[in-house]
């Protein structure tokens, strides 16, 4: 048995542990045993980047949302929905972009409810009234608010559009007055609003969120053209000190405190082999995650199961994935995947 | 004691390359489980149909193994399985959250 706890609000569904050597030895142990299988016959964890438009431009986008591309039709989404639903996948998070920037936002949703998969959504709180909030409390089983800093001048500044963060938290308000359980808040740390962490934290509880979550940016996209807006090693080991410490003393009521590691991620992928998850993008490239952006298939051609069963299920061993992965040692050898980012890899 | 563990309901699947591992959504911690081909085997047995006994003799037809063992670890998993809310126990109609 082995429980893969899915982090169904982050970008990339990081199975992250904060004792991973212990985990890759129970996995050696597992392994050693055959009690492993040496792929799954789907995806566990789906993300699925419906759309590329935004309202907002942030500092950090690893998509470079928002952007024009050749976007998937209502049809095509619905016909993605169906597979996902005959593949039992156990998670999606509907992404972006900003999800809702879609008419047929809501139409997947429901779609997705009706299959009975398990989904989730993140959303920068902008074009949430109390009607859209309602359909939130009836499609999705929790909902991530993006808040990147505690007052209008931090977080404005990082998404670059004045509005954003009354907006963002009223968004909040509006998913609490709908009855959602679960509404989480990520916060990217860039140089801007690293240091407002704790006051974010305090924000967190006063709007009653149920989890905040960060984690060190992945330097691809936006974030590795404005590679001077990313905190220092330093910054970020202080930062996940806080987070640790603050665990520890069990002081934030119901608010739970979360750290996200890009690169634990990939070493788990590494060593693990086989593929939990997979990303689907605005255009339907398929990849196994936004850390390791290699297009392994397209949902137009062959759909999920086919890219699935073609390369992303074992996707981590592909030798290219495998040898340029293995040189990662911090987050900031990933900036040097990005040249890389939406090549194809031959499978 | 006859009793008959049935899986709760939820989303649930064969997995891995020869489709005996089984991974299934545990609705209490809303995380993934995956089970190896023996706990799967279980698990899928728990179809509210068969007993307690049923399944350790459809065991020990599929495993070679010792029946006092296996009919211990067979309890201990089925414990495990009631405790996450994965199965539930129904003996005489009330439902059991432990065998003994
Ligand atoms: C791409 S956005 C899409 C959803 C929505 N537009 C929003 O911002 O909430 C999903 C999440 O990814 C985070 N994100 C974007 N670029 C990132 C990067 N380079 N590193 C880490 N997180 C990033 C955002 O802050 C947001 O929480
Ligand atoms: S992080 Fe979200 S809100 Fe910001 S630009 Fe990207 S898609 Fe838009």
Partial sequence: ?347 | MIGYPKRMPTLWRWDGEDEKHITLIVQKTMSVQLLNPTAAYIYYCCDGEKTLDDIIELFLKKYNVEKGRITQDVKEFLNFLISIGAVCYEHNGHSVNKLT
């Fill in chain 1, 1 to 347: 048995m082995l429980e893969l706890m899915p982090d169904v609000f982050s970008p990339d569904f990081t199975v992250y542990r904060d004792d991973y050597e212990d985990f890759f030895t129970y996995i050696d142990e597992l392994n050693q045993h055959n009690l492993l299988p040496k792929y799954f016959t789907a995806p566990v964890f789906i993300l699925w980047e419906i759309t590329s438009k935004c309202p907002l431009n942030c500092l950090y986008c690893y998509n470079n949302s928002p952007k024009k591309v050749d976007e998937l039709t209502t049809e095509q989404l619905l016909q993605i929905a169906e597979e996902i639903g005959k593949l039992k996948v156990f998670a999606v998070c509907l992404s972006g972009g900003e999800p809702s920037a879609r008419p047929d936002f809501f139409t997947i949703a429901e779609r997705l409810l009706d299959l009975k998969i398990p989904t989730s959504t993140i959303t920068n709180g902008w074009n949430i009234d109390s009607d859209k909030a309602k359909n939130y409390a009836k499609y999705f089983q929790s909902v991530q608010v993006s808040l990147d800093g505690p007052n209008a001048e931090i977080h404005d500044k990082v998404r670059r559009r004045e509005g954003s963060f009354d907006r963002a938290v009223r968004a909040i308000k509006l998913f609490k007055e709908s009855g959602i359980d679960r509404i989480s808040v990520s916060f990217a740390a860039t140089v801007h609003n690293i240091d407002s962490f704790p006051s974010v934290v305090e924000l967190c509880q006063d709007l009653g969120v149920s989890s905040l979550r960060t984690q060190p940016l992945v330097i691809i996209g936006r974030a590795g053209i404005n590679h001077q807006e990313v905190p220092t090693k330093e910054q970020f080991e202080k930062l996940r000190e806080y987070i640790r410490n603050t665990k520890k003393e069990g002081q934030k009521g119901c608010l739970e405190l979360e750290w996200g590691d890009p690169v634990s991620h990939i070493r788990t992928g590494l060593r693990l082999g086989f593929s939990l998850s997979m990303r689907i993008t605005a255009e339907g490239f398929l990849s196994l995650t936004p850390y390791a952006p290699y297009i392994m298939g397209h949902v137009l051609k062959g759909g999920i199961q086919q890219g699935w069963e073609k390369g992303l299920r074992t996707g981590w061993l592909h030798p290219r994935v495998k040898e340029e992965m293995s040189k990662i040692s911090s987050i900031y050898d990933i900036q040097y995947l990005d040249d890389k980012a939406l090549s194809y890899v031959h499978l």
